[in-house]
């Protein structure tokens, strides 16, 4: 299967690589090297996982307390949030719900 990233799930990364660079140097090259490779796997997983939100699945990165929400359709996985575990479930949802049609 294919792995696509949209423009909000890269922004979502960017966001994650400047908050852990700026708690230490290198730190967020290892961030984004980890979701990175949990976003890859989805090339072998996808569509595996539970639909908590919205009808969008979701896996949870193994190294950083990050969710990985994406949808599957026409034999491609298309993250399109990259969103930190730790914030308010309400607060997910609302940014997902505008997300996952586009």
């Known amino acids: 299967m294919k792995v696509a990233l949209s423009a909000s799930a890269e922004q979502d990364l960017l966001d994650g690589f400047e908050f852990?660079?700026?708690?230490?140097?290198?730190?967020?090259?290892?961030?984004l090297d980890s979701l990175y490779a949990d976003i890859d796997s989805l090339g072998l997983y996808a569509g595996i996982h539970a639909k908590p939100v919205g009808g969008l699945h979701r896996t949870t990165g193994r190294r950083?307390?990050?969710?990985i929400y994406y949808r599957v359709a026409d034999n491609v996985a298309t993250?399109?949030?990259?969103l930190d575990s730790?914030?308010?479930p309400a607060?997910?949802?609302?940014?997902l719900s505008g997300r996952k049609k586009k």
């Open 20 to 31: 852990y660079e700026s708690q230490q140097l290198d730190l967020g090259w290892y961030f």
């Open 86 to 88: 730790r914030q308010n």
């Open 64 to 67: 950083f307390p990050f969710s």
């Open 79 to 82: 993250v399109v949030g990259v």
């Open 91 to 95: 607060g997910i949802r609302a940014k």
